[in-house]
């Protein structure tokens, strides 16, 4: 469970460059409910998620996961808990290191101690067994240095690193905007398999309107550091794209937005 109570955060604060990326966000999202993430650049989302994450800290306002008080508590403080999926490919492997080497750091991610002896046969054996999810052909590959892998396969790495212990929380920052059509849908597949399978409480931002409808519970929608539509379960399975295009020309007429911001909304989520 994620409570957002009262959080803002201001960027370049008291200075002509100043941003209110978020203005009192309140959001919770249930254990094991999948939340995808909407908006135009520059609506505060990024900002959230890495509130969530712990690498930004808010002005004000509090953050709870599954019950912890974690508002000031650092990124490295969660990693025992929250884990993330970055938009580009090559953040979430150490490509110096073996396929074997960067799902061990996974594995003992967030414990006090590591072992002298760790990648022990039976180990092996469970990163194979994992990696054959993937059906990339790498479960035969343990060796293999990452920095020698498709983007995609390191994606799809990076994915099952993030999974493998079951986090509380799951976060996924466009993680698929950076691969091409096919391997887009093989990591999506992917994520729906381990998300659903884990029962993961999970929010992840995406530019695509049609996976935001398509995958998660709800669906959240943000402009100028503001939720503006929170679209449920039972909304979502009703709409289709064009119906998520006319709430942007609703909150149009409502906030005030110019006919250009949502011909450029048109262009970035269809």
């Known amino acids: 469970m994620i409570r957002i109570s009262g959080i803002t955060k201001k960027f370049n604060s008291g200075s002509i460059d100043e ?9 919770l999202i249930d254990r094991h409910e ?3 993430l909407i908006g135009t650049n520059g609506s505060g989302k990024s900002t959230l998620l890495n509130m969530v994450a712990g690498n930004i800290l808010p002005d004000q306002g509090s953050i709870e996961i599954d019950g912890r008080v974690v508002t000031n508590q650092k990124e490295y403080r969660r990693a025992a808990y929250v884990s993330r999926v970055f938009q580009n490919p090559y953040l979430g492997t150490a490509p110096g290191m073996t396929i074997a080497e960067n799902l061990l750091m996974a594995y003992y991610r967030g414990k006090s101690r590591y072992p002298r002896i760790s990648l022990t046969k039976s180990l092996q054996e469970l990163f194979k067994d994992k990696l054959s999810i993937l059906e990339m052909g790498l479960e035969e590959r343990l060796n293999q240095i990452v920095g020698t892998l498709s983007g995609g396969q390191r994606q799809a790495i990076t994915l099952l690193m993030a999974v493998l212990q079951s986090p509380s929380v799951l976060l996924l920052d466009e993680h698929t ?3 091409d059509p096919k391997t887009a849908n093989q990591v999506i597949r992917l994520t729906q398999k381990f998300v659903s399978e884990g029962k993961l409480t999970t929010l992840m931002i995406t530019h695509s309107m049609k996976q935001a409808l398509e995958m998660g519970d709800r669906t959240i929608m943000m402009h100028h550091g503001r939720i503006i539509e929170d679209i449920p379960a039972t909304e979502k399975k009703r709409l289709t794209v064009e119906d998520l295009l006319a709430k942007f020309e609703d909150i149009r007429k409502r906030e005030k937005l110019t006919p250009e911001l949502v011909k450029s909304l048109r262009g970035l989520y269809l």
């Open 34 to 36: 999948f939340v995808t």
């Open 177 to 179: 905007a950076a691969l």
């Open 19 to 27: 941003v209110e990326a978020l203005k009192e966000i309140d959001l």
